[in-house]
C-alpha cells in the first residue's frame, strides 16, 4: 500500500516561511491535497489539486508537487497557522485515500 | 452552507455494535460521494470507507473489511456507518466528510462524534 511520510514537527518564528513536506514513492505522478486542524477542530481543506486553494483559503498557502516530494508553503506566518497538516492522496491502485502522519507546525 | 452532523457515538463494550449518522446539508447530497475518517486520541487522520453518490460503489480500508458498512439514504440526505464487533483500537472521533474534485479529496468535514470502545 501506498505510504506518504512527513517529519512530525516543524517551528517557525511568526512572519517567516514554513515549509511541510510529504514523502511518497513517486507522489509526482499523484495528485495531493493538504488539511490544516488546529487543537479540539475538525480538519479542513487548504490545498487541493496539488496547488489550488478553497475559497477563503489566504494566498499565504500554496502547494507544490514534482518527484518523490510535495509541499506546503505557509508564508508569512501567523499565529492562528499553529495546526498540524496533513497530506493526503488517492491510491488508485487499491481504491483508498491515503493521509501522511500530519505534522505539528508551532509558531514561536 | 455546507453543513454535517455526526450522531450516535458513545461507549459501547468490546464485541458491541453501533450504528452513526451524518445529516448534511448545503449541497445537493445525492450528488457526491461521501466518505467516513477517523481520528484515534492522540493520532493522525485514518480514512476508513466511501460511498459512491448513488451507493453503487463502495471502498473500505483493510482493517474495517466485514466489520464496518457504509450506506446512504439520498431521501434523508443522510450517510451513515454501521460498525460491528468493535475493539478497543476503534476507539476514536469518527468524521463524515464530502468528496470533492472526482472524490479524491475531502472537501467538507463534519465536526465528528466519538466511539469509545470499552
Known amino acids: 500500500s501506498y505510504v506518504l511520510a512527513q517529519a512530525p514537527s516543524v517551528s517557525v518564528a511568526p512572519g517567516k516561511t514554513a515549509r511541510i513536506t510529504c514523502g511518497g514513492n513517486?507522489?509526482?505522478?499523484?495528485?495531493v491535497n493538504w488539511y490544516q486542524q488546529r487543537p479540539g477542530q475538525a480538519p479542513m481543506l487548504v490545498v487541493y489539486?496539488?496547488?489550488y486553494r478553497p475559497s477563503g483559503i489566504p494566498q499565504r498557502f500554496s502547494g507544490s508537487n514534482s518527484g518523490n516530494t510535495a509541499t506546503l508553503t505557509i508564508s508569512r506566518v501567523e499565529a492562528g497557522d499553529e495546526a498540524e497538516y496533513y497530506c493526503?492522496?488517492?491510491?488508485?491502485?487499491?481504491?483508498?485515500?491515503?493521509f501522511g502522519g500530519g505534522t505539528k507546525v508551532t509558531v514561536l | 452552507q455546507v453543513y454535517m452532523v455526526e450522531s450516535g457515538g458513545g461507549v459501547v463494550q468490546p464485541g458491541g455494535s453501533l450504528r452513526l449518522s451524518c445529516a448534511a446539508s448545503?449541497?445537493?447530497?445525492?450528488?457526491?460521494?461521501m466518505h467516513w475518517v477517523r481520528q484515534a486520541p492522540g493520532k493522525g487522520l485514518d480514512w476508513l470507507a466511501f460511498?459512491?453518490?448513488?451507493?453503487?460503489?463502495?471502498f473500505y480500508t483493510d482493517s474495517v473489511k466485514g466489520r464496518f458498512t457504509i450506506s446512504r439514504d439520498n431521501s434523508e440526505n443522510t450517510l451513515y456507518l454501521e460498525m460491528k464487533s468493535l475493539r478497543p483500537d476503534d476507539t476514536a472521533i469518527y468524521y463524515c466528510?464530502?468528496?470533492?474534485?472526482?472524490?479524491?479529496?475531502?472537501?467538507?468535514w463534519g465536526q465528528g462524534t466519538l466511539v469509545t470502545v470499552s
Open positions: 489539486d496539488d496547488t
Open positions: 513517486n507522489i509526482g505522478s499523484k495528485v
Open positions: 493526503q492522496v488517492w491510491d488508485s491502485s487499491g481504491d483508498r485515500w491515503v
Open positions: 460511498i459512491r453518490y448513488d451507493g453503487a460503489d463502495k
Open positions: 448545503g449541497f445537493t447530497f445525492g450528488d457526491d460521494g
Open positions: 466528510a464530502k468528496g470533492g474534485g472526482l472524490v479524491n479529496y475531502f472537501e467538507h
